[in-house]
């Protein structure tokens, strides 16, 4: 069976280690994978590595861009033409729209859409999440199934009309987290910069994700320089990268807190390391499941997110939820809930990635 997967940005996110984590662990002898892409980054690096087929799109970009977008649509036509698959499945909000009229227009036999986090949660003017709203229920309505990671995301879905009976609620899936020494996984979380020396009294915090403003960074600097008012040391490392990065810098630098905040980009491996750390920031303005929410969880320490996360998390002790684009709230939840206990073992796992895999070839198979 051939797979066509089709994604915006072959970065490293969320949905880019979701397409990775599938096409890698299809069963060769049932699907052949091919992975269509726009923007260039490290999934469409790790992908011929691993031996998967890719394709780019040059014309598909993130940002709306009428000339491009309309080329770049005519690019995922031919590739699905050129391709014939049995299956395309979407990932990403501006691919999957695109994706889901071209795949109708070429009769792909079964049109997957997964939800990394519905677009019209973001913190934006009603006109343009009016917009997008259109967009997604438009692309609902052109898929034959649609997959969501996240409770929420499953509600909002069943929402929208005629979506209802399409929407698959299959949550993310994890391998074993095997989690570092706490000394040797804090100096490791580095990557190639020199760790900072410590204190006794040094508040651990850490972060991993694509550096965009939907990840509500800037508001977790502004609560460390606030808590460097206080007399209280922190530490915070901010593991990933983006197009946010510099600018996170130079707000760090403005605040006068650029030695205690540190930037090693992308580290391999980064979730072992999390044992390193006291608390783990998600201060994210538009979520849903992220793999480092559950990977932090795994690793048995305090995590300290915002309300936009999946309300389904709410109940967990070892989850601090406060809400979004405040600074001084989460300043206030660090200097408290980074002093609780850690888990005394890590949480069971969730969803085995090997539950994820089956049910998501089930939908392929069907």
């Given at each position: 069976?051939?797979?066509?997967?089709?994604?915006?940005?072959?970065t490293?996110?969320?949905?880019?280690?979701?397409?990775?984590?599938?096409?890698?662990?299809?069963?060769k002898?049932?699907?052949?994978?091919?992975?269509?892409?726009?923007?260039?980054?490290?999934?469409?690096?790790?992908?011929?590595?691993?031996?998967?087929?890719?394709?780019?799109?040059?014309?598909?970009?993130?940002?709306?861009?009428?000339?491009?977008?309309i080329?770049?649509?005519?690019?995922?036509?031919?590739?699905?033409?050129?391709?014939?698959?049995?299956v395309?499945?979407?990932n990403?909000?501006?691919?999957?729209a695109?994706?889901?009229l071209?795949?109708?227009i070429?009769g792909?036999p079964?049109?997957i859409?997964?939800?990394?986090?519905?677009?019209?949660?973001?913190?934006?003017?009603?006109?343009w999440?009016t917009f997008?709203y259109?967009?997604?229920?438009?692309?609902?309505?052109l898929?034959?199934e649609?997959?969501?990671?996240?409770?929420?995301?499953?509600?909002?879905?069943?929402?929208m009309?005629?979506?209802a009976?399409?929407i698959?609620?299959i949550?993310?899936?994890?391998?074993p987290?095997?989690?570092?020494?706490?000394?040797?996984?804090?100096?490791?979380?580095?990557?190639?910069?020199?760790?900072?020396?410590?204190q006794?009294?040094?508040?651990?915090?850490?972060?991993?994700?694509?550096?965009?403003?939907?990840?509500?960074?800037?508001?977790?600097?502004?609560?460390?320089?606030?808590?460097?008012?206080?007399?209280?040391?922190?530490?915070?490392?901010?593991?990933g990268?983006g197009?946010e990065?510099?600018?996170?810098?130079?707000?760090?630098?403005?605040?006068?807190?650029?030695?205690h905040?540190?930037?090693?980009?992308?580290?391999a491996?980064?979730a072992?390391?999390?044992?390193?750390?006291?608390?783990?920031?998600?201060?994210?303005?538009?979520?849903?499941?992220?793999?480092?929410?559950?990977?932090?969880l795994?690793?048995?320490?305090?995590?300290?997110?915002?309300?936009?996360?999946?309300?389904d998390f709410?109940?967990?002790?070892?989850?601090?939820?406060?809400?979004?684009?405040?600074s001084?709230?989460l300043?206030?939840?660090?200097?408290?809930?980074?002093r609780?206990?850690?888990?005394?073992?890590?949480?069971?796992?969730?969803?085995?990635?090997?539950?994820?895999?089956?049910?998501?070839?089930?939908?392929?198979?069907?």
């Amino acid at each position: 069976m051939k797979v066509l997967y089709l994604i915006t940005k072959a970065t490293w996110g969320g949905a880019q280690r979701y397409v990775f984590d599938l096409v890698t662990n299809l069963p060769k002898e049932k699907f052949e994978p091919v992975v269509a892409y726009g923007t260039e980054g490290k999934l469409a690096r790790d992908l011929p590595a691993a031996g998967i087929k890719v394709r780019r799109l040059r014309s598909l970009a993130r940002d709306i861009a009428l000339f491009s977008d309309i080329q770049s649509f005519f690019e995922i036509l031919k590739v699905i033409r050129k391709n014939r698959p049995d299956v395309i499945h979407l990932n990403s909000s501006k691919a999957a729209a695109f994706g889901a009229l071209a795949a109708r227009i070429a009769g792909v036999p079964k049109i997957i859409f997964t939800v990394h986090g519905w677009p019209f949660k973001e913190r934006k003017n009603i006109l343009w999440r009016t917009f997008v709203y259109a967009a997604s229920w438009l692309t609902a309505l052109l898929s034959h199934e649609i997959v969501v990671v996240s409770g929420t995301d499953e509600r909002l879905g069943i929402r929208m009309w005629g979506a209802a009976k399409k929407i698959r609620f299959i949550p993310l899936g994890l391998e074993p987290l095997c989690t570092l020494p706490p000394a040797q996984a804090f100096r490791a979380m580095f990557g190639s910069l020199k760790p900072t020396p410590l204190q006794s009294a040094t508040l651990r915090l850490v972060s991993i994700g694509e550096l965009t403003a939907n990840k509500g960074l800037r508001h977790a600097i502004a609560a460390v320089a606030l808590l460097s008012e206080r007399g209280i040391d922190t530490v915070y490392v901010v593991v990933g990268e983006g197009e946010e990065r510099d600018t996170l810098k130079a707000y760090s630098e403005k605040l006068s807190v650029a030695d205690h905040v540190f930037f090693p980009g992308f580290v391999a491996g980064a979730a072992q390391n999390l044992s390193g750390f006291d608390t783990f920031l998600l201060p994210s303005v538009k979520e849903g499941t992220p793999y480092v929410l559950l990977e932090a969880l795994a690793a048995g320490i305090p995590i300290i997110a915002t309300s936009v996360i999946d309300t389904d998390f709410a109940g967990n002790p070892l989850v601090h939820i406060i809400p979004p684009a405040d600074s001084l709230v989460l300043a206030d939840a660090i200097a408290e809930f980074s002093r609780i206990p850690r888990a005394q073992s890590n949480e069971k796992n969730r969803s085995p990635l090997a539950e994820m895999l089956r049910r998501t070839t089930e939908l392929y198979l069907s």
